[in-house]
Every structure is written in C-alpha cells, then in structure tokens.
C-alpha cells in the first residue's frame, strides 16, 4: 500500500516512514499542505498537524472534495474541539501523538475497510481474475474452487497487487485477529493458493514481512517493501 506523509518535523518523518517500512507500506514524505496537494495521494493519508502556515485543515478539506483518498490526522493537539473539527474538514480519522505503530496500522485497516467496498469490482493480475463483487476467481478465464478463507485471503492481496501485504494484516482481515503466536494458518492458505492460480500468477514471500501477488513473468517492484524475496516462494 502507498502512503503519502505529510509532515514538517522531520525527524518525526524519518522515524514514522521507516516503522511503516518495516510494515511493508511504501511512504512518499511531503512537508507542506502546497506540496500535498500536488502530490498523488496513494491509497491512505497520514496528515501532520500543525502544519506551516497553518493551512493543514485547508488541505485535508481540498484533499477530501477532489478524492475518496483515506485520510487520518496526526496531531499533538487531543481536544474534543479539534478532533471534532478535524473529522468535519474530510478527515476519517484522528489520531493524537504519540501513538504507537500498531494502532497507526490498525486505524489504517479500520478506514480502509470502510472505503474500499465502494470500488469494489474485479482486479486482474496476468491471467487472473479476481470478482470482488462475485467472490470468484478465475485463472485463464476458467472459474476456481476456492473456500471463503482463501478467497478474502486472495482479494486481500489482490486489491494490492504489487506491493507487500503485511502478515499482520493479512490475519487482521481475513481472521479478524492480528495474533499468529505458532500459527500457520496463513501459511497453510498461501500455498494452497500458490497450487491453485498457477500459473497466472505468483504469490511472493518477503521474509519477515508479507506476501505480494503478481503476474507470472512480472518482475518484483524495486523497493516495494522491505525484507528479501523469499527465491524458493514460487517452488512451495
């Protein structure tokens, strides 16, 4: 998932775009409400305030009437009144610092729950068809058997393909839980799927990290998310 960060202090910046990083999202640090209105705004944004000339609410209003974008403010300032206002001017979300990452990240998840089922539709990625409406899959136009588990597994990686897809999410959407403790659950489903699409498509590891899906023959995206390309992922 691309992130776009809007925030001056920049040593809160670095510290936040490296932890989201390790999350597996891809972050695009601006530091100006000017300079986030230009921008693309990806799929979520994580809004500092205050921001420079006091134009950060100004933003998130110009940024809500141009776009179904998810929007989440990070601020130091917790009053009722503000949180209030920030939620009026198009924000989803209100976040008060400090925070940790795992709440950033389950916000995230939350808002994005929410928006998503809007553009619902299908994704294709190489030969496969993913129905989100339909709940079907199809590898070269030909209909798979898939259970309930692996196909909100399937359309949770599809609606990102390309890019790593947490663990952490992975088991926060399709078993409503963030905890794996010894668990291969996730595993077990991965490869089941790995069996099942191929050979339209390719279900990565990224060791410590997530899973991606691409098109078979599709080259992994450079610095889409961190942590080594499991080789042997493929050949599971």
């Not at 490296?18 to 601006?30: Q, T």
């Not at 068809?129 to 199809?138: E, K, N, S």
């Amino acid at each position: 998932m691309r992130v776009l960060l809007v925030e001056d202090d920049p040593r809160f910046a670095a510290a936040l775009t490296r932890a989201l990083h390790r999350c597996g999202y891809e972050v695009e640090h601006v530091r100006t409400a000017a300079a986030a209105l230009d921008a693309s705004p990806g799929e979520a944004v994580l809004l500092g305030l205050p921001l420079p000339a006091g134009d950060g609410l100004e933003a998130c209003r110009r940024l809500r009437a141009r776009s179904e974008v998810a929007i989440i403010i990070l601020s130091e300032r917790g009053t009722e009144r503000d949180r209030v206002t920030g939620l009026r001017e198009g924000a989803d979300d209100y976040l008060v610092r400090p925070f940790g990452i795992a709440e950033l990240q389950a916000r995230l998840d939350a808002v994005l729950r929410r928006i998503r089922p809007r553009a619902a539709g299908a994704r294709t990625i190489g030969g496969l068809r993913v129905d989100l409406d339909g709940r079907i899959a199809y590898v070269n136009d030909v209909a798979i058997r898939l259970t309930p588990k692996e196909f909100t597994l399937l359309a949770a990686l599809a609606r990102e393909h390309g890019t790593v897809v947490p663990r952490e999410r992975l088991h926060r959407e399709v078993w409503q839980t963030s905890w794996e403790g010894k668990s291969r659950t996730l595993d077990v489903h991965i490869s089941t799927l790995r069996t099942k699409i191929r050979p339209a498509a390719v279900l990565e590891s990224v060791h410590a990290v997530g899973y991606r899906l691409r098109a078979t023959g599709a080259p992994s995206p450079p610095g889409s998310g961190p942590g080594a390309v499991d080789a042997t992922a493929e050949n599971r």
